[in-house]
């Protein structure tokens, strides 16, 4: 016959531990794993094992955020002709490459980096 779990109380979700989720998430992680096996046997839906993996990703993956590379003044590409010699962040995109001094103001880099991201 099945197990079935009470829970009582104000509480209407069980409440997972970190080292259990970590547990979870290394058994996962195995060679040849099946997620639906694996969350049969810890009692866990396999929707919340996905977004328990989704979540771990970004954490290690920096929370979405690019990998920022700083380049020494000697190696930096030579400012174009009419360039202001004032600091500046080149950025590097797939399809352009934009230099943003450093008195742009903060409306103008957003704007501008909103309209390459479209």
Do not use: H
């Amino acid at each position: 016959m099945g197990q079935i779990t009470l829970i009582t109380g104000g509480e209407r979700r069980r409440r997972w531990s970190e080292e259990d989720r970590t547990r979870i998430l290394a058994a996962v992680a195995e060679p040849g794993a099946v997620i639906a096996d694996i969350a049969r046997q810890a009692d866990v839906c396999s929707s919340l094992i996905y977004k328990w993996r989704r979540d771990a990703r970004c954490v290690t993956a920096g929370a979405g955020f690019a990998e920022v590379k700083i380049a020494d003044a000697d190696v930096a590409p030579a400012l174009q002709p009419g360039m202001p010699e004032a600091s500046a962040i080149l950025i590097e995109m797939k399809t352009a490459r934009i230099r943003i001094c450093a008195n742009a103001s903060p409306t103008l880099v957003a704007a501008t980096l909103k309209a390459l991201r479209s």
